[in-house]
């Protein structure tokens, strides 16, 4: 008999990630990953984890439907894993509001909870929500759960949360919230079991993919972080802005013709390493390019960074490590030794021969501030998560 399966959902702007996690030991063990790329026709669906691998074009249109797409997604995966094993799925959902402050079992209220968070995410929020209820269509039998990329920030202080503004747009939900929250949980505790000491002092995380933010973690805690009311805040990413002059939004508005929908595609889809270089949203491409506006962009990435994880030591009061994470973060050299120059006078510094080899522990040994590189796992955080609550919404024996 099959050992029992989880899946998980991870889904992004463009792109879905699915983790498959056996069961049968101490906790989820992950037995599979793959990626659905929705960015152009055909749709690709690429199983990069498991008993085997492919990359293969899907059938269905990227216009289709996701029950479509996930029903032939389905298929697939049962080529190679039992999926009538499966007992229970989870989703990384984007936007928990002041709501949520850990996972929750999908139920027709928590459904409609998400829904009602769309206008404080109105990018992400429906990607998860879309999965759900495909899911709910093809497997109505199977609990759903739902981790929040919001919940791991809720610790934050009411004069982190709290812009300029208004009292009564405070309450009315236009505040700080901080995203990534799934993968600064994942980081918090590899950090807790390779460095305990270092973990229980003040460190910065940071997740440098084509999303990027960074945490401030006091003992494990979020203290404070660089994305806000949005995912647009904080630092330039891939294609998005970063924090950018209000008053540049305003200009655009009164003198540029612009209008909501083309400011939302100007600060999501076109500005970030795309915009600055004109080349590439992709810094392996940048690092590869000897054009001038390829370095322009890396520079202003990596000085942003480098600023933000100064503001956030100020937040927790001084800094004893920094952890990269995520793609950038994991795997690109260069961008860390970029921003650790920036650092010195901070203490930071690195190894060149352990950051070239993208080690854990990347810091040198007489360095004030350590430094590391650890993967992320999401999916992991999520599965442990649908574990824990569908649990819990088990009757008791």
């Not at 085997?52 to 996930?70: G, H, N, Y």
Request: net charge neutral.
């Amino acid at each position: 008999m099959s050992e029992p399966l989880l899946v998980t959902f991870n889904a992004g702007s463009s792109t879905v990630k699915i983790g498959l996690f056996a069961l049968g030991g101490q906790g989820p063990r992950r037995i599979g990953k793959g990626v659905i790329d929705f960015r152009e026709p055909p749709l690709r669906f690429r199983l990069i984890e498991g008993p085997d691998t492919f990359d293969i074009a899907l059938e269905a249109r990227p216009d289709a439907a996701l029950d479509v797409v996930l029903a032939e997604a389905f298929r697939r995966l049962s080529w190679h894993f039992d999926l009538d094993s499966v007992v229970a799925m989870g989703h990384r959902i984007v936007h928990g509001g002041d709501r949520y402050a850990g996972p929750v079992l999908i139920d027709d209220a928590a459904l409609a909870a998400i829904e009602a968070l769309v206008p404080l995410a109105p990018l992400h929020q429906p990607q998860g929500l879309g999965l759900i209820r495909a899911i709910r269509r093809l497997r109505p039998e199977l609990p759903q759960t739902a981790s929040f990329d919001t919940a791991f920030h809720r610790t934050h202080a009411d004069v982190v949360r709290r812009f300029a503004i208004p009292r009564a747009m405070h309450d009315q939900g236009i505040k700080r919230y901080g995203f990534h929250g799934l993968s600064y949980r994942y980081i918090a505790g590899e950090l807790a079991r390779r460095a305990p000491a270092l973990a229980r002092g003040r460190v910065v995380v940071a997740h440098l993919g084509s999303g990027a933010s960074l945490c401030g973690l006091e003992n494990g805690v979020s203290r404070d972080t660089s994305m806000g009311f949005s995912a647009l805040d904080g630092i330039p990413m891939a294609t998005r802005c970063g924090a950018l002059d209000p008053g540049v939004l305003l200009h655009l508005l009164a003198q540029g013709g612009y209008d909501a929908a083309r400011l939302e595609d100007l600060l999501y889809r076109r500005s970030g390493l795309l915009g600055v270089s004109g080349i590439s949203a992709d810094s392996r491409e940048l690092l590869d390019s000897d054009r001038p506006e390829a370095r322009e962009a890396l520079d202003l990435f990596c000085f942003r960074i480098a600023g933000e994880i100064a503001r956030l030591a100020s937040t927790l009061g001084g800094l004893d490590a920094v952890v990269f994470t995520a793609g950038i973060g994991e795997h690109q050299p260069s961008i860390r030794a970029a921003v650790a120059s920036r650092l010195a006078w901070l203490g930071l510094a690195l190894d060149e021969s352990a950051n070239a080899a993208n080690a854990v522990r990347i810091s040198r040994a007489d360095a004030r501030v350590a430094a590391f590189a650890i993967p992320t796992d999401e999916e992991t955080v999520i599965a442990e998560d649908a574990l824990t609550v569908v649990k819990l919404a088990q009757p008791a024996a």
